[in-house]
Each structure stands twice: as C-alpha cells, then as structure tokens.
C-alpha cells in the first residue's frame, strides 16, 4: 500500500470512529496522520492537508472535551419523573411514608432536585421521616443549589413549628457539614458567633437590604484601584458570602483579610446603596463542584443612601 | 429483583443492557421497539444528552404473556456507558435479574470491553450478587462493520477476553440491522427465568 493510500484509508477509519460517536479514537486517528504526513515532505499539498488535519482535531478535540465536562442532569418529563419514582424507590414496610422518601431520594440521585424538594418537603408532616427528609434536603442541596438556598431553608425550618428543637439542632450539623464539605467553611459557623476581632458595626442586621450584587474598589493586587462587580452567593443579615471564580485571583489577591473597604456599592432588587465592609475570610474552596474557586466573606460595616 | 406473585400467577423481572459508551445498547433496545411490537407494552423512554449518549438510562416495557401458566412482563433497561456515569449505572442495576452485556467489536474497543465488565463485576458485587451467577449473555455487537474493512476484533478473540472465565452464551450480533438482538434476549429470558423458577418455583409443569 503506498502512502496516500494508507493516508486514505486511515482518513476514512477515523471518519467511520467519528461516524460511531467514539471521538477519542477518531481525534487519536487523526493525530496519527498529521504525524504522517508532517514527517513526508514529498507529499503533495502538504501544507493545505495538514492545515486540515489541525481543523478536524481541534473540531473533535473540542467535541470529546464537551461530552467529559460534567453537566447538570436535565429536568426530565413529569412521565419520566414518574417512572423514576415508581422504578428506582425503595420501601421500608415498618415505617409508613418511607416510600414516598425512597421516592424523593431516587428523583434527586437522578438529578430531579426541584421536584424531590418537593416531595421532601411533603413528608414534613410525618414523625419520622421529618428529619430524614430535610437532611435530605441538604444532602443532595448542596449538588444542585446555593449554599445560600440552603441556608434559607434551615432559616424556615427554624420557623417552623413542626420541627423539634432536637431536630433543628442536628440539621444544624447537618447544614454545617454539608457546608464545610463544600468549601464555605465559615459562613454558617461565622454566622453563628462574632469574631472579637472585628471592628465595630453601625449597621444593624434589620436594617440591611437582601443584595444581589456589590461593585468593590480594589484596594491592592494586580487591579489595585479597579472597581470589580460581583454576585452576592449568599446572605445572612450584614454578612455577604461570594465566590470568586479561580481565573479572578487577582481580586482575591486584592483583598487582605482583616482590611476595611470603603466606597462600596450595594446592588439590591429595591435600591442602591452605598457603604463600607470588612473582609472577613478568604478561602480556596477545597471540594465541591465549586474546587479551586474562593470563597469570600464579607461584614457590611456602614451603609448610606445613595 | 423481581415481583413474583404466585397467587395472581404474574412475574416481572428486570433485564438490563450493560456495556461500554457507544457499544450499541440503546440501538439494541430500539430494534427490539421497531421489531416486537406484540410484546412491547409501551413507549420506549430514552433521556440522552448532546451526542446521543444515554444519560439516564433507556426504558422499553414488554410483555411476553402467558410462559407455562404464569403472566411474565418484563423491563428492558441500559445503562449510560461512560465512565463518568459510574453511580447512574449502580441504580439502574439495582434489582436486576438478568443482564446483557454488549461488547464492541471495534479494535480500538477492546479495553474499554473490559473496563466495562470489570466495572459491571464491581457493581455487582456491591449489590451483594455474583457475575457467575447472574443469568448473563454475552453479545458481540458491530459485526456488519467486518465489511468495511475497519480493524474488528475476531470473535474468537473477544470469547477469549470477556468469556473465557465465565463460559456464558455469546452472540455475535449487529443492532443496526438486528443480526443476533433477538436471539441474544430469548436467551437471557430463557436464563432468567430458569434462574428465577429456581428460586421461586413458579413454573406449572
């Protein structure tokens, strides 16, 4: 076989890989002929077939990239939903209700978080499945929604006269648990009790907006002086909690733990206002979807309308 | 595992297709919903992503009446086959009763075959069960691919790589066309249900 005809033939093998779907080993095809045809300069048109080799691997290099990321599971048909509950629950024939949690439980291993909530939610009303549940709630939350949305569960929870004050305590943990292992590891506990450490607030939690975003002048680092605008992850009272994405370090690197920021804008859905915070803590998320991203909290120190 | 109701005379049991990603379990699943329309009992449900890649799992329900005295129904599931879907895989495969397993014939297949039988191995043995005792039939797909000239494996060679140990029934097929898709599932119907007769003593005789 001379060469072009090998080079066709295993054209047309990568082609036929593509045509199966198994873009690993067509791009790996690929690669094998543009080592081919690199190392025979005799070839004719070299230049213009290696230039289309390059665009067919980077094409297939980007596809095989796109089906490995990790993406959210899609929210399926009711029918479908229905099928999962009916096919994949488990039932414990000496606790009443435990099937429709076995239920729950198979909607969000198969990614159906909203509607699981739900049907979570549903078993409040049973003695012992209430704290199971919510646990669940959480467990499975944290892959799915902010930690912020689960905070504010555990909040309506608290408000909630069906939950025992045992129950409410170790959802508690439970919540602090699921917070640590994904990586914002002091927003709950910070929440919890004051750092002595920190200056003195005229801002008193009642009298702070939900915020949705804030504009920081950046006092150092690489952007030193630029004004960043960030999404607020979540909020409790005046403590804000942001992730800072890993490509922006450098506002991380901005911002010294421990530095009061002034000239801040507060975004909230009903104003804007203006003010000052302090930096509480930054930290690399260590675990999670969210791996190698900054967790950021945040003290709103002063606020004045702007 | 499988409902077994002596009273009412009616089984239902589990069959799921297990293979790696693009081996052809889907294709296998929508042959059989084109071909067997008398026993197929509903819609085919398929939840794929970009790419046509199974994401979930495949369903196909079927019924195949009256076997010596006893209603049997039977699911039809796969499992998504790549590697990523590792826990997806676990629950589909909770409950089964038998299992087809489906190789690629493709060369550069190879390993991926048996990644994916070990991993099958490994999920079985969390659920407590045991691959040389799980009704389970081996099926060597792609075959029509020996006419292009495209670098396949003998089948000789994948009996040696996937079943020299496990000494089940094999069937080299093509799901495209439907070579060998319904002799590979009578097969491991007949498997099963002896496995489950042995269990349960279901059968009149």
Redesign the interface.
């Known amino acids: 076989m001379n060469l072009a005809e090998k080079i066709r033939q295993m054209i047309r093998e990568a082609e036929l890989y593509r045509g199966q779907g198994l873009l690993n080993e067509a791009l790996d095809t690929y690669r094998k002929v543009e080592e081919l045809i690199s190392k025979n300069r005799k070839i004719k048109n070299r230049d213009s077939l290696l230039e289309k080799i390059s665009a067919r691997i980077e094409q297939l290099r980007t596809s095989a990239e796109n089906l490995k990321a990790p993406r959210n599971a899609p929210e399926v048909s009711e029918q479908t939903q229905e099928l999962i509950k009916e096919m994949f629950s488990f039932d414990d024939p000496g606790v009443k209700g435990s099937g429709s949690l076995g239920a729950a439980i198979s909607l969000a291993e198969f990614g159906q978080y909203t509607k699981a909530r739900e049907e979570f939610e549903a078993l409040f009303d049973y003695n012992d499945l209430r704290q199971e549940a919510a646990r669940n709630i959480l467990h499975y939350g944290i892959r799915f929604v902010s930690a912020g949305d689960l905070v504010r569960a555990y909040r309506q929870w608290q408000a909630d006269s069906r939950f025992t004050q045992k129950e409410l305590e170790e959802l508690g943990k439970e919540l602090q648990q699921v917070l640590n292992e994904a990586g914002v590891k002091e927003d709950f506990s910070a929440y919890e009790s004051e750092n002595p450490g920190e200056p003195d607030f005229e801002a008193e939690d009642d009298d702070i907006l939900d915020i949705s975003e804030i504009r920081l002048p950046l006092p150092g680092g690489p952007q030193k002086g630029e004004k960043v605008e960030l999404d607020i992850n979540f909020q409790t009272g005046r403590q804000i909690n942001l992730i800072i994405p890993k490509k922006q370090k450098d506002i991380i690197d901005g911002l010294e733990e421990g530095s009061s920021i002034e000239g801040v804008i507060f975004y909230s859905p009903v104003a804007i206002f203006s003010g000052s915070v302090y930096v509480v803590s930054k930290k690399e998320i260590g675990s999670g979807p969210k791996q190698g991203d900054y967790s950021m909290n945040l003290k709103i120190l002063r606020t004045d309308s702007k | 595992m499988a409902v077994v109701n002596l009273k009412s005379r009616e089984i239902e049991c589990k069959i799921v297709y297990y293979g790696p ?2 081996c052809g379990k889907t294709t296998n699943l929508e042959y059989i919903h084109r071909t067997y329309k008398k026993q197929v009992r509903g819609e085919m ?1 398929s ?1 794929d ?5 199974t ?2 799992f495949d ?1 196909l329900p079927m019924g195949l009446g009256k076997i010596k005295g006893c209603d049997i129904k039977v ?1 039809l599931y796969t499992v998504p086959g ?1 590697v ?1 879907y590792r ?2 895989r676990q ?2 495969l ?1 409950g089964v009763d038998g299992l087809i397993f489906v190789a690629d014939s ?1 060369k ?2 190879r390993e991926k075959n048996v990644e994916s039988l070990k991993d099958l191995n490994g999920n079985l043995k969390k659920m407590g069960m045991n691959i040389f005792r799980v009704p389970l039939v081996l099926q060597y797909n ?1 075959r029509d ?1 020996e006419n ?4 396949l494996m003998k089948v000789e060679q994948m009996e040696r790589d996937l079943n020299r140990q496990l000494r089940v029934p094999s069937f080299p097929a093509s799901a495209v066309n439907g070579q060998g898709v319904g002799a590979t599932l009578t097969r491991c119907l007949k498997l099963t249900l002896k496995h489950l007769h042995k269990e349960f003593q279901w059968a009149k005789e």
Not at chain 2, 148 to 151: R, S
């Open positions: 990603g693009r449900i939840i992503t970009e790419g046509d890649r994401l979930f369903f699911q790549q990523q826990s997806t629950l589909v909770n493709l550069v297949r792609k691919l292009t000239a495209m670098p």
